[in-house]
């Protein structure tokens, strides 16, 4: 059983920078893919970026590219989102996922955090 827990969200500037952490406990976390997912009130969760288990292959939704990026430390058993010029509409709580493999299908995920709050003000 992976247990994750974020942190490091706030309130932000449109344009600043913060960086979430995603800290997991749990047998072999080194193995499993991690998803960086957001809920907007009123919206469905989705997908913001991934990694596979080696941290190769990151992949992002094309509303973050070039502005976040996703990161690990197996040795530490963390997963980063870097995130920066940020904007009103990235607002919204922040989730980490694990499952085995890397997808970006919400439904896929097994394990999740319990959410971080990003809100980025005018």
């Known amino acids: 059983q992976v247990q994750l827990v974020e942190s490091g969200g706030g309130l932000v500037q449109a344009g600043g920078s913060l960086r979430l952490s995603c800290a997991a406990s749990?047998?072999?976390?080194?193995?499993?893919?991690v998803g960086w997912f957001r809920q907007a009130p009123g919206k469905e969760r989705e997908f913001v970026a991934g990694?596979?288990?080696?941290?190769?292959?990151?992949y992002y939704a094309e509303s973050v590219k070039g502005r976040f990026t996703i990161s690990r430390d197996n040795a530490k058993n963390t997963v980063y989102l870097q995130m920066n010029s940020l904007k009103i509409e990235d607002t919204a709580v922040y989730y980490c996922?694990?499952?085995?493999?890397?997808?970006?299908?919400?439904?896929?995920?097994?394990?999740w955090g319990q959410g971080t709050q990003v809100t980025v003000s005018s």
């Open positions: 990694i596979n288990w080696s941290g190769g292959s990151p």
């Open positions: 749990g047998p072999a976390f080194s193995n499993y893919a």
């Open positions: 996922a694990a499952r085995w493999m890397f997808v970006t299908t919400r439904d896929e995920y097994a394990y």
